[in-house]
């Protein structure tokens, strides 16, 4: 992947036709801009739509999270082959907002992503540490254990389907980005992680937490950044526009 990521986090936010009208400007954004690429994740009951809109353009429609069995007695879960259906070609998995707000582990975050993987979908396999951890120096080991259950069903050929985030917890949506050195501190050091746990090279990793027009021009400088998760300044076009810098 040489240009940079620009991925759009919708959340729980934009119904269908709010949806549809963010993502035919991000569409526009796209033709112009060519130097990043330009994904959004829109909410499920949205996909369809947006998938439909942007198919055969530059713009990638993913989910915001997926399950990792193929099907049955999953209720509440969205597969794979659904998503393929519609044309969504890429999954979120391990948002904080699953880890910590509803409860899911890491091993059901790898279970997710190893699943969806050998389907032939793309994960953006989202990783961070919370407040206290940070302070306590324990942010590489925070981020080693979510990737840890990777290792159980990990395949060389998934290198090129994985894009990894890096979103501090306590970044998300506070207004509090993380600063420069940071940033690329701990991406180095993901990277140097991933080589040592999977004896390959690292997917790119992105960078998301308050990502804004204000502060995306020095984050995306960073030469170990894959680009960013933008969660809250994504609902903007304007704002999307600025953070790619036209
Ligand atoms: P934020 O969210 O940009 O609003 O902090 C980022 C994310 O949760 O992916």
Request: charged content about 20%; proline content about 3%.
């Amino acid at each position: 992947m040489s240009k940079k990521l620009l991925i759009g986090n919708w959340k729980m936010n934009l119904g269908n036709v709010k949806s549809a009208e963010l993502a035919d400007a991000i569409m526009g954004l796209a033709a112009k801009n060519t130097g990043y690429e330009f994904w959004v994740t829109p909410s499920t009951t949205a996909l369809a739509t947006v998938a439909k809109m942007t198919a055969g353009t530059a713009v990638r429609v993913g989910a915001q999270n997926v399950a990792g069995d193929v099907t049955g007695a999953h209720t509440g879960e969205v597969s794979v082959s659904m998503l393929k259906e519609i044309g969504v070609t890429y999954a979120l998995t391990g948002h904080s907002e699953r880890r910590h707000v509803y409860g899911e582990s890491n091993e059901l975050c790898a279970k997710r992503t190893l699943g969806a993987l050998a389907q032939g979908l793309t994960i953006v396999f989202c990783v961070g540490e919370k407040l206290a951890e940070r302070e306590k120096g324990e942010t590489l080991a925070v981020i080693e254990a979510q990737l840890s259950p990777l290792k159980a069903g990990w395949k060389p050929e998934y290198q090129k389907q994985l894009v990894v985030a890096y979103e501090p917890v306590w970044a998300i949506g506070t207004g509090k980005v993380a600063t420069l050195e940071e940033i690329t501190t701990t991406t180095q050091s993901i990277i140097a992680s991933w080589k040592k746990m999977f004896a390959s090279e690292c997917p790119p990793v992105l960078y998301g937490g308050s990502v804004d027009p204000t502060n995306a021009k020095l984050i995306l400088g960073i030469d170990v950044v894959g680009g960013c998760l933008i969660g809250g300044a994504s609902l903007s076009a304007e704002k999307m526009a600025a953070i790619a810098g036209s």
